[in-house]
């Protein structure tokens, strides 16, 4: 959740750290903060507030230094302060650490430091690693036999970077639970959370495994395991490049990443699928056996990867007749779930670091059942671990709300579907390329939705003051009624709740006024009469109805106050063609409120702790 930038290098690296801590606003932060080496001198600033101010409090200070690590930080222990931003110092300000994570027994690590005489100036679970290694480099130790001791003692998740005034030039990371990726260049060397803030200087990436250290100075990088073994690894290549994650003209990365979406389902498409042929082809990706002889399946996630899974969960049953069964992730993993070897656990995840669906996936193993990960950064953790991957291939998603990753996983839910269909042989040939092609128009009926943007920004200003909101939908519409209020509350701040519509009369009707906008997904289609008669029912209590129709419905223009149009051409992924309309609303309220699109207060955009 938490943000960490390093550099080391022959050159000033003070300005190339503050430039990737920019990069990490869109993690979500509450405090930032900079370490700065130069020779045996150790620098440590801090702000509670945004990375400009933390570039104020610098502004005019020559820093020449040729080492640094920067932090964004997201408050778990203690509050937005800056005592409790990051680094984090030793009591003797020699050594300086960053930590992303939970350190689940620092009360008691900091109680027996303490009693040896360290002095701890923030209320942070983060600030035992500087005094664990503190202690160690006391008693002889090197740096990074100093953070692989601290290692050890701590429990809990961490991705760590430090450095000391001790050893010059060197910055040593170490990972635990949370991600952490070293780049590779050529008199420099990089470590961050992800790839992001480093893509503009390098592309080649090696990414830490669990309980791995590492050891960056301007000419090397040395991995080394838990027991300080060498470990040799060749650095993966990054393919999307810093183009990709500016803002191109747009006013915010969520509108642009809203932009991208037909080209997000393309790019998953490119490949697999084709226009009038019969199959689905993932390659490598999903080995051969994964999906054989499979009686169920079990899709963990959380936020909209779950609203995902209960959109895929539909598709696979119809086209399948597989058993689905959609858990939230952190329930999963706790509650001693009934799985075995006939059951595949699929995970859904954009960053492919969700700390509960990451364990979630751990457990299933544990028990020896197969596991698969939909996720979209290459060589996430998830992705290392499960038995397969699908990789959405949607690119870098800056903005916390997730728009473009969630489409990308519907569209490969719905291969995935098609797949298990004809593997199982309940789906037709015929049938399957029909299922095909709408998969492959997708993109272009996306499109024509994109052009109706003015439309649904008229829309955001009437009902920009509203204090709720309502969303309802049936069948898929379900999952995107969730997904559409988790948007509305993410970037608007407004109080959204999505239902089931046929849930409507079983108590939210009771909060339905003349002030309740009540938005229905409401595409032709079995369940339209049923959603047509809970539109009279909102109208009957006076709510103002909101409707998200199919294109030349003329019914639904006399029972609606506003309606929002788009095509249903393409079956079952009509449900990402109605998502849109969600998204650019969200997004226009959000903006007609002045809210911060981009860095919603109090969210981050990977949940890499519990």
């Known amino acids: 959740m938490c943000g960490i930038i390093g550099c080391v290098g022959r050159t000033p690296a003070a300005a ?26 150790l620098l440590v600033e801090r702000v509670s507030g945004r990375i400009a101010d933390l570039r104020a409090r610098l ?28 680094p984090h110092a030793d009591c003797a300000g020699r050594v300086a650490v960053v930590h992303n994570g939970i350190i689940e027994n620092h009360r008691a690590l900091r109680r027996a430091l303490e009693a040896d005489g360290h002095k701890f100036s923030s209320e942070t679970d983060s600030e035992v690693l500087a005094h664990l290694v503190e202690r160690s480099l006391a008693g002889g130790a090197d740096l990074p036999s100093a953070l692989r001791r601290a290692m050890r003692e701590i429990e809990g998740s961490a991705a760590v970077a430090c450095i000391s005034a001790d050893s010059p030039g060197v910055i040593v990371a170490a990972r635990r639970g949370s991600p952490l990726a070293i780049g590779v260049s050529e008199g420099r060397q990089f470590v961050a959370s992800d790839a992001l803030p480093i893509v503009e200087h390098t592309r080649r990436v090696i990414y830490l495994e669990d309980d791995e250290l590492a050891v960056l100075a301007s000419d090397r990088v040395e991995l080394f395991d838990r027991d300080g073994l060498p470990v040799p690894r060749s650095p993966t290549v990054i393919v999307w490049n810093a183009v990709a994650i500016q803002k191109e003209g747009y006013a915010h990365f969520m509108l642009k990443e809203i932009h991208e979406q037909p080209r997000a389902i393309e790019d998953t498409l490119r490949g697999r699928v084709a226009p009038g042929l019969i199959g689905v082809e993932f390659g490598e990706e999903l080995p051969a056996g994964l999906l054989a002889g499979m009686q169920r399946m079990v899709i963990v996630g959380m936020g909209t990867s ?112 098609i797949r298990l269909g004809l593997e199982r042989g309940a789906l037709a040939k015929a049938e399957a390329v029909r299922r095909i092609n709408d998969l492959c128009a997708t993109g272009g009926e996306l499109r024509k939705v994109l052009d109706t943007g003015a439309a649904v920004e008229r829309l955001a200003g009437k009902y920009a003051q509203a204090r709720d909101f309502l969303f309802l ?13 988790l948007k ?123």
């Open 473 to 485: 939908g049936r069948g898929a519409g379900y999952p995107l009624a969730l997904e559409g209020a």
């Open 59 to 86: 502004a005019g200070r020559r820093l020449p230094g040729t080492t640094a690590i920067g932090h964004t930080r997201w408050a778990t222990h203690g509050m937005p302060s800056e005592a409790n931003a990051h």
């Open 16 to 41: 190339i750290v503050l430039d990737g801590l920019q990069a990490l606003e869109y993690r979500g932060y509450d405090s930032a903060g900079l370490a700065v080496l130069d020779g045996d001198k």
């Open 306 to 417: 779950w609203h995902a899974g209960l959109i895929g969960r539909n598709m696979i049953e119809r086209l399948a007749r597989l058993p689905v069964q959609v858990d939230y992730a952190a329930d999963f993993r706790y509650r001693d779930p009934v799985i075995d070897e006939h059951t595949l656990v699929l995970a859904i995840s954009q960053s492919g670091e969700t700390a509960d669906t990451l364990e979630a996936v751990r457990l299933a193993k544990s028990l020896g059942v197969r596991t698969a990960v939909i996720a979209n950064v290459v060589d996430s953790s998830l992705a290392r671990e499960a038995d397969g991957v699908l990789y959405t291939r949607a690119g870098p998603e800056v903005g916390v709300a997730s728009t473009k990753a969630f489409t990308s996983q519907i569209t490969a839910l719905c291969m995935l579907a």
């Open 488 to 610: 509305l509350k993410e970037v608007a701040y407004i109080h959204a709740e999505g239902y089931h519509a046929a849930e409507m009369k079983h108590g939210p009707i009771a909060l339905v006024d003349a002030n309740m906008p009540v938005l229905f997904l409401a595409l032709k289609g079995r369940r339209y009469e049923k959603i047509m008669s809970n539109i009279q029912e909102i109208r009957a209590r006076g709510g103002r109805v909101i409707a998200v129709a199919s294109l030349g419905d003329e019914e639904i223009v006399n029972q609606a106050d506003d309606v929002l149009y788009v095509p249903d051409e393409v079956g079952m992924m009509n449900a990402v063609l109605a998502t849109v309309p969600l998204q650019l609303l969200a997004y226009h309220v959000a903006v007609a409120r002045g809210c911060d699109v981009d860095r919603p207060r109090n969210l981050a955009k990977s949940v890499t702790v519990e």
